[in-house]
């Protein structure tokens, strides 16, 4: 049986991918490289967007 998945709206900005780690270049005592994590900022790091309500229009 094939399974339904929720059709979730997923972030325009970051296309899903929320959070990214970026090297600096510098290396730690133990030989590892220092990194930085950064988030998306439109989606605060979910990966996924609220969908717009539909807004009534009155006359």
Same mark, same amino acid.
């Given at each position: 049986?094939?399974?339904? #998945?929720?059709? +979730?709206?997923?972030? *325009?900005?970051? @296309? $899903?991918?929320?959070? #990214?780690?970026? +090297?600096?270049?510098? *290396?730690?005592? @133990? $030989?590892?490289?220092?990194?930085?994590?950064?988030?998306?900022?439109?989606?605060?790091?979910?990966?996924?967007?609220?969908?717009?309500?539909?807004?009534?229009?009155?006359?």
């Amino acid at each position: 049986m094939p399974q339904h #998945v929720p059709n +979730t709206p997923v972030c *325009r900005d970051c @296309d $899903g991918f929320p959070v #990214v780690a970026i +090297t600096t270049g510098t *290396r730690n005592r @133990d $030989g590892s490289r220092t990194t930085l994590q950064i988030v998306c900022r439109a989606c605060k790091g979910t990966g996924t967007v609220r969908r717009a309500r539909r807004q009534a229009v009155t006359v």
